[in-house]
């Protein structure tokens, strides 16, 4: 499937892809977020076909104390209606051509849900060897 993929200048023409790995992110919450990161090396992109936006990825440059300058990927979603089709290839395919042009970066991390067996499967087959774990716990005094 021929693609372009273009920087998100509107986050409520993405809202729906995000909704579908998390249903009850509403709109503001979104906004919010977005707002919290966009100014820090954040960046997210689109996947737009001839009919419509299909997927999503975003990701961050930091700065880890072990392994230096990383990306760290911390969304790539396709569309329910357009999956396995090569999109999300070609969206990881972008993000490693960025890291690429980082001089100083070196690394790549992403996280999904120990749920999602499609894309575990993905992330398997981009990498060796898996190199740590991401794990959850949640914090009595977070109130959303």
């Not at 919290?36 to 997210?44: H, P, S, T, V």
């Not at 880890?64 to 070609?90: E, F, H, P, W």
């Not at 690394?107 to 740590?132: H, M, S």
Request: hydrophobic residues 35%.
């Amino acid at each position: 499937m021929k693609l372009s993929i273009d920087i998100v200048e509107e986050i409520e023409d993405i809202h729906f892809l995000i909704t579908q790995l998390n249903p009850q992110m509403s709109l503001q919450k979104l906004k919010n977020n977005y707002e919290q990161i966009k100014n820090k090396e954040y960046k997210l992109y689109k996947a737009v076909s001839a009919q419509a936006t299909v997927g999503l990825i975003g990701y961050t440059f930091n700065q880890d104390l072990c392994v230096g300058r990383t990306m760290y990927i911390d969304i790539l979603v396709v569309d329910k209606n357009y999956r396995n089709k090569g999109i999300a290839k070609q969206l990881m395919d972008f993000a490693i051509s960025k890291l690429h042009q980082d001089k100083k970066a070196h690394c790549i991390r992403w996280t999904t849900r120990n749920d999602l067996i499609e894309a575990i499967g993905f992330y398997k087959n981009k990498v060796q060897a898996p190199i740590g774990y991401y794990y959850r716990i949640d914090n009595p005094y977070f109130k959303e």
